[in-house]
């Protein structure tokens, strides 16, 4: 089932299109998975947005505590680095936030919260590492 959010097409489009990524859960250990992910991703010339409940600035860009508090324009993609317990709300908030896609990571996988996402028109990729669908693509 999880294949159903894994399209090659939305995943390109995602990696190659999109403009500016909200990584939830993102804080200043650079020993964590989502730092890793989003130091790749600013590195490809992607705008990255922290969002922590500490609402720190990470990777030289301002924090928020949600996404709700985030400025436009538009998050074209949220990557939930939040536990699949967690991940529900965080889509929940994405669609609310007006994000255009949301990417739940490697072992993140909540399907109810994916298929709502992608009901709100959303597109959808879960259970992918963006680092390895970038490197299948080089």
Do not use: N, T
């Amino acid at each position: 089932m999880r294949d159903e959010f894994a399209d090659d097409g939305v995943i390109g489009r995602l990696l190659e299109k999109s403009e500016v990524w909200a990584f939830v859960g993102l804080s200043g250990d650079p020993g964590r998975e989502v730092h890793r992910q989003a130091r790749l991703l600013q590195g490809r010339g992607k705008r990255i947005v922290p969002v922590h409940p500490d609402g720190a600035a990470v990777l030289g860009e301002r924090g928020y505590a949600s996404l709700a508090e985030v400025p436009g324009p538009p998050i074209d993609v949220v990557g939930v680095y939040r536990r699949s317990e967690f991940a529900g709300g965080v889509v929940d908030e994405a669609v609310a936030a007006g994000a255009r896609a949301v990417w739940l990571p490697l072992g993140v996988v909540d399907e109810e919260a994916a298929r709502r996402a992608r009901d709100a028109g959303l597109d959808v990729v879960m259970d992918r590492c963006p680092a390895i669908e970038w490197a299948r693509r080089a």
